[in-house]
């Protein structure tokens, strides 16, 4: 049977970035750290020719929703109470790389960056019995989409501005924040994505003063309902969502 269109899509993007390096590679640091992946090409350990060989289907749960609804603080608590990995797609890239998303931002461009984060997705999407927190435009590409659908249960952390407001005042790794009106660039996203967000999403929790505990054990009562295998989920209350909590 030939691929679908959008495994057709999924692995022809990973082909093409696994064997693209970008230009400007030498020279690039910061603090004296170069930026290590642009002067090597992007290597997945995804195996197969096709990506419905690698992505265990539906063993994960992925968070997805806007920057400060709390992704990367409830899923890493999620993680351990569930027993599973956690892992942030943010956070990888900038292991990865060794800067932070604002030095690739100002480097690459934001499509730069959107390839990478494609890149990413795709390798940890393929992982078993892990806890994935993406970023909040990861759900913009729909090669992403399908992959985060497919790899795992998907739980939109959905937030109100004032509480994105208030998560991310502090904030100096969001690129597309270093703005004067920045309620007004996270409305502006809002429109855009939260459409996709549900569109990927089949479950819908909703995040503002609750602690971090509470969140944990609503979306583990609502993976159960989901019929996702979890084991119970009983944590200690581990306080509300940080600012530039994620």
Same mark, same amino acid.
């Given at each position: 049977? =030939? ?7 999924? $692995? ?15 020279? #690039?640091?910061?603090?004296? %750290? #170069? ?5 090597? =090409? ?27 609804? *709390? ?43 959107? +390839?990478? /984060? ?6 940890? !999407?393929?992982?078993?019995?892990? %806890?994935? !927190?993406? *970023?909040?435009?990861? %759900?913009?590409?729909?090669?992403? $989409? ?9 739980? &939109? #952390?959905?937030?109100?501005? !004032? ?27 809002? /429109?855009?994505?939260?459409?996709? &967000? ?9 995040? *503002?003063?609750?602690?971090?505990? +509470?969140?944990? $054990? ?10 996702? !295998? ?10 509300? %969502? ?5």
């Amino acid at each position: 049977m =030939p691929p679908s269109p959008g495994n057709r899509q999924i $692995r022809c993007s990973i082909q093409s970035l696994s064997h693209r390096r970008l230009d400007g590679a030498p020279g #690039l640091r910061q603090s004296g %750290v #170069l930026l290590k992946s642009l002067r090597r =090409p992007i290597r997945f350990r995804v195996a197969g020719s096709d990506c419905t060989d690698c992505v265990n289907t539906k063993s994960n749960v992925v968070l997805v929703g806007p920057m400060g609804s *709390g992704k990367t603080a409830v899923g890493r608590q999620l993680a351990r109470h569930m027993e599973m990995e956690f892992v942030d797609s943010d956070n990888e890239i900038e292991r990865r790389t060794g800067v932070d998303i604002t030095f690739i931002f100002d480097k690459e461009g934001e499509q730069g960056f959107r +390839a990478r /984060e494609c890149a990413v997705i795709a390798e940890l !999407a393929a992982r078993k019995n892990v %806890v994935l !927190a993406t *970023g909040g435009g990861a %759900v913009l590409d729909p090669g992403n $989409r399908g992959l985060l659908r497919d790899s795992g249960t998907v739980v &939109y #952390l959905r937030t109100s501005l !004032a509480h994105q407001l208030e998560r991310t005042r502090h904030s100096k790794n969001r690129p597309l924040l270093q703005n004067e009106d920045r309620a007004a660039v996270l409305q502006r996203l809002m /429109e855009v994505r939260g459409p996709l &967000y549900e569109e990927t999403a089949d479950i819908v929790v909703t995040t *503002g003063n609750q602690r971090i505990g +509470a969140m944990v $054990r609503e979306i583990g009562d609502r993976l159960r309902e989901h019929g996702f !295998a979890a084991p119970g989920i009983a944590c200690a209350d581990a306080g509300p %969502v940080p600012a530039d909590g994620r």
